[in-house]
Protein backbone atom coordinates (compact mmCIF):
# COMPACT_ATOMS: atom_id res chain seq x y z
CA UNK A 1 0.00 0.00 0.00
CA UNK A 2 0.84 3.50 -0.95
CA UNK A 3 2.83 5.37 1.87
CA UNK A 4 3.17 9.34 2.94
CA UNK A 5 6.33 10.14 1.25
CA UNK A 6 8.27 12.83 2.44
CA UNK A 7 11.45 14.72 0.50
CA UNK A 8 14.19 15.22 1.00
CA UNK A 9 15.10 12.80 3.49
CA UNK A 10 18.15 14.86 4.57
CA UNK A 11 19.00 18.33 4.61
CA UNK A 12 21.52 20.42 5.31
CA UNK A 13 21.74 24.55 5.13
CA UNK A 14 23.47 26.72 6.81
CA UNK A 15 21.85 29.25 8.96
CA UNK A 16 19.67 32.41 7.93
CA UNK A 17 19.43 30.16 4.55
CA UNK A 18 15.89 28.90 3.49
CA UNK A 19 14.58 25.35 3.34
CA UNK A 20 11.60 23.67 1.40
CA UNK A 21 10.21 20.79 2.32
CA UNK A 22 7.66 18.53 0.38
CA UNK A 23 5.03 15.98 1.59
CA UNK A 24 2.62 13.58 -0.80
CA UNK A 25 -0.03 12.20 1.53
CA UNK A 26 -1.78 8.74 0.83
CA UNK A 27 -3.55 8.96 -2.43
CA UNK A 28 -7.02 10.14 -1.53
CA UNK A 29 -6.15 11.28 1.89
CA UNK A 30 -7.75 14.84 1.89
CA UNK A 31 -5.54 16.30 5.50
CA UNK A 32 -1.88 16.79 5.85
CA UNK A 33 -0.56 17.53 9.33
CA UNK A 34 3.36 18.87 10.09
CA UNK A 35 5.44 18.06 13.28
CA UNK A 36 8.85 19.08 13.99
CA UNK A 37 10.54 16.76 16.45
CA UNK A 38 13.68 17.91 18.00
CA UNK A 39 16.61 15.95 19.72
CA UNK A 40 15.25 13.80 22.27
CA UNK A 41 12.00 15.84 21.92
CA UNK A 42 8.34 14.59 20.97
CA UNK A 43 6.88 15.41 18.30
CA UNK A 44 5.45 18.70 17.97
CA UNK A 45 2.15 19.63 16.12
CA UNK A 46 3.46 22.38 13.83
CA UNK A 47 0.01 23.29 11.38
CA UNK A 48 -2.80 21.22 9.40
CA UNK A 49 -4.73 20.96 5.71
CA UNK A 50 -7.75 20.34 4.94
CA UNK A 51 -8.89 20.44 1.26
CA UNK A 52 -5.86 22.89 0.99
CA UNK A 53 -7.15 25.44 3.60
CA UNK A 54 -5.07 25.52 6.79
CA UNK A 55 -7.46 23.80 9.24
CA UNK A 56 -5.58 24.18 12.57
CA UNK A 57 -2.08 25.53 13.95
CA UNK A 58 0.05 24.90 16.33
CA UNK A 59 3.30 26.32 17.24
CA UNK A 60 5.01 26.98 14.06
CA UNK A 61 7.08 29.65 14.15
CA UNK A 62 6.42 32.85 11.76
CA UNK A 63 9.40 32.50 9.82
CA UNK A 64 7.53 28.47 8.69
CA UNK A 65 4.77 29.19 5.93
CA UNK A 66 3.02 26.03 4.64
CA UNK A 67 0.81 25.50 2.12
CA UNK A 68 -1.52 21.98 0.39
CA UNK A 69 -1.42 22.23 -3.40
CA UNK A 70 -4.39 21.09 -6.07
CA UNK A 71 -2.98 17.25 -6.07
CA UNK A 72 -2.95 17.53 -1.76
CA UNK A 73 0.78 18.03 -1.64
CA UNK A 74 2.16 19.75 1.01
CA UNK A 75 5.17 22.05 1.25
CA UNK A 76 7.01 23.47 4.37
CA UNK A 77 8.90 26.64 3.77
CA UNK A 78 11.17 27.58 6.34
CA UNK A 79 12.77 31.19 6.14
CA UNK A 80 15.95 32.55 7.89
CA UNK A 81 16.90 28.79 9.53
CA UNK A 82 18.50 28.89 13.05
CA UNK A 83 20.31 26.48 14.84
CA UNK A 84 17.29 25.73 17.16
CA UNK A 85 15.47 24.54 13.55
CA UNK A 86 17.43 21.20 13.07
CA UNK A 87 15.18 18.46 13.55
CA UNK A 88 13.07 15.64 12.52
CA UNK A 89 10.02 17.00 10.46
CA UNK A 90 7.01 14.91 10.00
CA UNK A 91 4.23 14.53 7.91
CA UNK A 92 0.97 12.78 8.41
CA UNK A 93 -1.79 12.31 6.48
CA UNK A 94 -5.62 11.21 6.92
CA UNK A 95 -9.13 10.97 5.51
CA UNK A 96 -11.29 13.35 7.36
CA UNK A 97 -14.14 11.53 8.86
CA UNK A 98 -17.15 13.58 11.01
CA UNK A 99 -18.32 10.25 12.54
CA UNK A 100 -17.78 10.78 15.83
CA UNK A 101 -17.37 6.75 15.73
CA UNK A 102 -14.52 6.27 13.57
CA UNK A 103 -11.40 8.19 13.03
CA UNK A 104 -9.26 9.57 10.79
CA UNK A 105 -5.90 7.53 11.81
CA UNK A 106 -3.08 9.51 10.86
CA UNK A 107 -0.38 7.92 8.75
CA UNK A 108 3.16 9.06 9.14
CA UNK A 109 5.69 9.38 6.70
CA UNK A 110 9.34 8.54 7.15
CA UNK A 111 10.23 12.03 8.26
CA UNK A 112 12.78 14.81 6.99
CA UNK A 113 15.90 15.14 8.97
CA UNK A 114 16.91 19.26 8.77
CA UNK A 115 20.43 19.96 9.89
CA UNK A 116 21.72 23.51 10.38
CA UNK A 117 25.20 24.55 10.88
CA UNK B 1 -6.17 21.64 27.20
CA UNK B 2 -4.81 18.16 26.31
CA UNK B 3 -1.81 16.71 28.25
CA UNK B 4 -0.08 13.29 27.91
CA UNK B 5 2.48 12.29 30.60
CA UNK B 6 5.05 9.00 30.28
CA UNK B 7 7.04 9.37 33.73
CA UNK B 8 9.81 7.10 32.67
CA UNK B 9 11.88 8.72 30.61
CA UNK B 10 14.43 5.68 30.66
CA UNK B 11 14.12 1.86 31.08
CA UNK B 12 16.15 -0.58 30.71
CA UNK B 13 15.77 -4.28 31.02
CA UNK B 14 17.88 -7.90 29.96
CA UNK B 15 16.23 -9.69 27.25
CA UNK B 16 13.28 -11.44 27.95
CA UNK B 17 12.19 -9.67 31.27
CA UNK B 18 8.58 -8.33 30.90
CA UNK B 19 8.19 -4.55 30.63
CA UNK B 20 5.40 -2.33 31.35
CA UNK B 21 5.46 1.37 29.88
CA UNK B 22 3.08 4.02 31.47
CA UNK B 23 0.95 6.70 30.60
CA UNK B 24 -1.50 9.25 31.78
CA UNK B 25 -3.27 11.62 29.85
CA UNK B 26 -5.57 14.33 30.90
CA UNK B 27 -8.11 15.65 28.18
CA UNK B 28 -11.77 17.20 28.83
CA UNK B 29 -13.27 15.42 25.83
CA UNK B 30 -15.32 13.04 26.56
CA UNK B 31 -14.31 11.35 23.21
CA UNK B 32 -10.73 10.81 22.22
CA UNK B 33 -8.17 8.41 20.98
CA UNK B 34 -4.84 7.06 22.86
CA UNK B 35 -2.21 5.61 20.80
CA UNK B 36 1.21 4.44 20.93
CA UNK B 37 3.81 4.54 18.38
CA UNK B 38 7.41 3.15 18.58
CA UNK B 39 10.09 5.07 17.30
CA UNK B 40 13.34 2.85 16.56
CA UNK B 41 16.82 4.61 16.09
CA UNK B 42 16.00 5.11 12.12
CA UNK B 43 13.31 7.38 12.99
CA UNK B 44 10.29 6.48 11.57
CA UNK B 45 6.97 6.89 13.63
CA UNK B 46 5.62 3.31 13.64
CA UNK B 47 2.01 3.33 15.14
CA UNK B 48 1.23 0.41 17.27
CA UNK B 49 -2.35 0.81 18.69
CA UNK B 50 -5.16 3.09 18.74
CA UNK B 51 -7.54 2.99 21.90
CA UNK B 52 -11.15 4.39 21.61
CA UNK B 53 -12.25 6.13 24.95
CA UNK B 54 -15.74 4.17 24.53
CA UNK B 55 -13.77 1.28 23.95
CA UNK B 56 -11.67 0.02 28.03
CA UNK B 57 -11.13 -3.56 26.47
CA UNK B 58 -7.89 -4.61 26.86
CA UNK B 59 -5.63 -5.58 24.10
CA UNK B 60 -3.05 -7.89 23.18
CA UNK B 61 -1.18 -8.18 20.21
CA UNK B 62 1.49 -11.50 20.52
CA UNK B 63 3.66 -9.81 23.19
CA UNK B 64 2.53 -6.62 23.38
CA UNK B 65 -0.71 -5.46 25.55
CA UNK B 66 -2.35 -2.84 26.36
CA UNK B 67 -4.30 -1.97 29.53
CA UNK B 68 -6.70 1.22 29.49
CA UNK B 69 -8.46 2.60 32.82
CA UNK B 70 -10.94 5.67 31.94
CA UNK B 71 -11.11 5.73 36.00
CA UNK B 72 -7.66 6.44 36.18
CA UNK B 73 -6.54 8.00 33.13
CA UNK B 74 -3.86 5.72 32.09
CA UNK B 75 -2.90 3.58 28.86
CA UNK B 76 -0.23 1.68 30.13
CA UNK B 77 1.85 -0.92 27.39
CA UNK B 78 3.41 -3.72 28.30
CA UNK B 79 5.90 -6.00 26.26
CA UNK B 80 6.40 -9.82 27.31
CA UNK B 81 9.64 -11.26 27.23
CA UNK B 82 11.24 -8.42 25.75
CA UNK B 83 13.64 -8.17 22.84
CA UNK B 84 16.89 -6.31 21.41
CA UNK B 85 14.80 -5.55 18.42
CA UNK B 86 12.53 -3.85 21.17
CA UNK B 87 14.95 -1.54 22.06
CA UNK B 88 13.53 2.16 20.69
CA UNK B 89 11.79 5.21 21.98
CA UNK B 90 8.04 4.84 22.41
CA UNK B 91 5.97 7.48 22.79
CA UNK B 92 1.94 7.69 23.95
CA UNK B 93 -0.17 10.32 22.03
CA UNK B 94 -3.83 11.09 22.85
CA UNK B 95 -6.09 13.13 20.02
CA UNK B 96 -9.43 15.06 21.44
CA UNK B 97 -12.37 14.67 19.47
CA UNK B 98 -12.68 18.08 18.29
CA UNK B 99 -12.02 20.34 15.44
CA UNK B 100 -9.03 20.18 16.48
CA UNK B 101 -7.14 16.75 14.98
CA UNK B 102 -3.91 16.79 15.77
CA UNK B 103 -2.21 14.58 18.42
CA UNK B 104 -0.51 15.38 21.35
CA UNK B 105 2.66 13.54 22.40
CA UNK B 106 3.86 12.22 25.80
CA UNK B 107 7.77 12.81 26.08
CA UNK B 108 8.31 9.18 25.16
CA UNK B 109 10.00 6.55 27.31
CA UNK B 110 13.32 5.36 26.11
CA UNK B 111 13.29 1.73 26.32
CA UNK B 112 16.83 -0.29 26.12
CA UNK B 113 16.57 -4.35 25.80
CA UNK B 114 20.11 -5.64 26.50
CA UNK B 115 21.44 -9.00 25.36
Known amino acids: AAGVIQSPRHLIKEKRETATLKCYPI?????VYWYQQGPGQDPQFLIS???????DKGSIPDRFSAQQFSDYHSELNMSSLELGDSALYFC????????????????FGPGTRLTVL | AQKVTQAQTEISVVEKEDVTLDCVYETRDTTYYLFWYKQPPSGELVFLIR??????QNEISGRYSWNFQKSTSSFNFTITASQVVDSAVYFC????????????FGSGTQLTVLP
Open chain 1, 27 to 31: PRHDT
Open chain 1, 49 to 55: FYEKMQS
Open chain 2, 51 to 56: RNSFDE
Open chain 2, 93 to 104: ALRGSGSARQLT
Open chain 1, 92 to 107: ASSLLSVDRFSYNEQF
